[in-house]
C-alpha cells in the first residue's frame, strides 16, 4: 500500500505535509514518537533504510513504527486524553440539563 501525500493538489513528502497541517495533532505526535523511537532504536532504523528507497523511507518507518509496542503505548496515551475530554464534557452537559432546571424549579426562579 503506497501514501501519497497532497496539498493544494501538489504531492510533497511526509514531512512536509506534516508541517503544513498543523491542525492535527494526533498525527504530528505519532510523527514525534515515531522518529524518538528510531533515534533510540537505531539498528531498526538502520534495517529498514536498507530496504526502502529514499523517496518512501518516511512511510515504511511509520508502517513498521505501527507494529512496535512503543506505538500502542503512544494510542493509549491519545485514547485517555479523549476520554478525560469526553468525561468534562458530560459532566457539564448533564449539569446543564438535568440539575441546573432543578435547582431553578425549587428557587422558584421559573415561576
Aim: charged share 25%; proline share 2%; hydrophobic share 40%.
Amino acid at each position: 500500500m503506497k501514501t501519497l501525500y497532497y496539498i493544494n493538489g501538489k504531492q510533497v513528502d511526509i514531512n512536509t505535509y506534516y508541517s503544513a497541517s498543523s491542525s492535527d495533532f494526533i498525527r504530528k505526535y505519532l510523527w514525534k514518537s515515531c522518529i524518538f523511537y528510531y533515534k533510540s532504536h537505531p539498528n531498526e532504523f538502520e534495517f529498514i533504510a536498507r530496504f526502502s528507497d529514499e523517496k518512501h523511507l518516511a512511510f515504511s518507518l511509520m508502517e513498521a513504527y505501527e507494529r512496535t509496542d512503543d506505538y500502542k503505548e503512544q494510542m493509549k496515551k491519545i485514547n485517555s486524553n479523549d476520554k478525560g475530554c469526553l468525561l468534562i464534557f458530560l459532566l457539564i452537559f448533564g449539569f446543564l440539563i438535568l440539575v441546573l432546571p432543578l435547582i431553578l424549579l425549587f428557587t422558584g426562579a421559573l415561576d
